[in-house]
């Protein structure tokens, strides 16, 4: 990624487009009437895109959190990873399972949460094994494995969800555009796709996907006690 | 079941606050800013911040300088790291402590604030840019909506860009009683307890020796008013820090 300065505006890739409008324009009001609109365009975007989401993967979200309720009731665990800005949303999920502001917290960590961790097997082993390293330490047999992603096709991920699968562990995993390798995995028992090709719009998605399947866990465990 | 619904959509009034924000905040990394998160309560939001403008999903975007700050003494920690000019963002409920302290001293360490969150609003003022969501359901944070604002502010940030003509910085202000730019009662926050009538302070324009016999006594981090070289009021009143 680049690094040039925030001042450098003149090097912006399309400013080639319009080189005296520009840097002569000087009353925003035009400017921040298009920015609302854009706004508000790409905010109904998102919001049809949840709608559907939610929609085409209304059984998974179900049979998924009925597995997951299952686990949990025996004692199981659940284990949230990711990359960039999917490793917070991941984080933010196993928070909401944790600590929720509603309702009785169940057992999740988020495995990006240790710096020292994550550093010592970036550095020693190679970042494709940061997550499946932990979950060889830690997961057992009846535990859950979330994997949140927009291509699907992370190495560190689809390295974990073997081991996951491979240890007897409920795997979720959260794509975007078309899946990728996620979808086509036999070590995700639950793909969960946002068929979008925006990553914004995929990881607004996958959060409120996140959400229903933590209010639907909730519900099966309500139902089974 | 209950559901913290879809947002049925981006309302007019926070569209227009959306464009207002960014375009500040373009304004302000155009200068040279950096800018701050923290979530106190949803630490991966401030994350989410940080790493959405310093490493964009789109190839061609620039890298800006943004920092997720986490952990304890928040305050101390947002203290220490910002310059004048810089922005702070954060996302928390209003009834945040350390995020309303923060926001509450900012303009004595000449910091841009934007306030993100949901539920019961902030006061008037507590902020610079507030982008609120009303609903009440405190489950609003982990639901996709408050990544659908920030990831908003990034892209109307860099269309921004697209237009430097709008991010040079105003033209110097002439006017003698702009509260800005004279020196009626800048906020400025006590570095160390006053002693014979004095106390160091830091406001937006950097750090003064102020005279104090007006407000003694006063310890550091509490906020004054600084006008003419003396603190001539208190601002901490409802500080809870």
């Known amino acids: ?225 | 079941m209950t559901t913290t619904a879809i947002d049925q959509g981006l309302g007019a009034d926070l569209a227009a606050d959306l464009a207002a924000t960014a375009l500040a905040l373009a304004r302000r990394f155009f200068a040279g800013a950096t800018m701050w998160s923290l979530a106190p309560s949803w630490q991966p939001h401030a994350q989410h911040i940080a790493v959405e403008f310093v490493h964009p999903v789109i190839v061609g975007k620039r890298a800006l300088p943004a920092v997720a700050l986490t952990g304890p003494d928040l305050v101390d920690v947002v203290r220490v790291s910002v310059r004048p000019g810089d922005i702070v963002i954060g996302v928390a409920g209003a009834d945040d402590r350390d995020v309303g302290s923060v926001m509450r001293r900012s303009p004595a360490w000449g910091v841009t604030t934007i306030w993100i969150g949901s539920g019961p609003r902030p006061d008037a003022g507590a902020a610079d840019h507030v982008l609120w969501l009303d609903d009440p359901d405190p489950r609003v944070p982990a639901t996709g909506r408050f990544v659908l604002l920030y990831h908003l502010l990034w892209e109307l940030t860099h269309v921004c860009f697209e237009h430097p003509g709008l991010l040079k910085p105003a033209a110097e202000c002439s006017d003698e009683v702009c509260v800005t730019c004279s020196d009626e009662g800048r906020l400025g926050e006590v570095l160390a307890a006053s002693a014979q009538g004095s106390a160091r302070v830091r406001t937006a324009q950097g750090v003064e020796d102020v005279a104090t016999t007006l407000v003694d006594p006063v310890a550091a981090g509490d906020l004054v008013l600084v006008h003419a070289g003396m603190a001539i009021g208190r601002a901490d009143e409802v500080d809870d820090s």
Not at chain 1, 111 to 138: C, K, W, Y
Not at chain 1, 146 to 162: E, I, K
């Open chain 1, 1 to 225: 990624m680049s690094q040039e300065s925030a001042t450098g505006a003149q090097q912006e890739p399309t400013n080639f487009l319009y080189p005296f409008i520009d840097s002569q324009e000087d009353d925003p009001t035009s400017l921040l009437g298009d920015l609302a609109t854009s706004a508000r365009a790409k905010a109904a975007e998102s919001f049809e895109l949840r709608r559907t989401t939610l929609e085409s993967n209304a059984e998974l979200v179900v049979a998924a959190a009925a597995e997951m309720a299952r686990r949990f009731a025996a004692g199981g665990r659940l284990f949230a990873f990711g990359n960039g800005g999917s490793s917070t949303d991941s984080t933010t999920l196993a928070m909401l399972f944790a600590r929720p502001p509603i309702g009785s917290p169940l057992p999740a960590w988020s495995l990006t949460t240790d710096q020292a961790i994550l550093t010592a097997l970036g550095n020693d082993v190679g970042f494709e094994l940061v997550f499946s390293r932990q979950l060889i330490a830690r997961a057992k047999d009846g535990d859950i494995a979330v994997a949140m992603s927009t291509s699907g096709n992370s190495p560190d991920l689809v390295t974990a969800l073997r081991e996951a699968k491979h240890r007897g562990m409920y795997t979720v995993g959260f794509a975007g555009y078309q899946g990728g390798a996620f979808a086509a995995s036999p070590d995700v028992d639950a793909c969960f796709v946002v068929r979008s090709q925006s990553v914004h719009r995929i990881q607004e998605a996958q959060g409120l996907l996140g959400y229903r399947l933590w209010s639907t866990v909730h519900e099966q465990l309500a139902d089974a006690s």
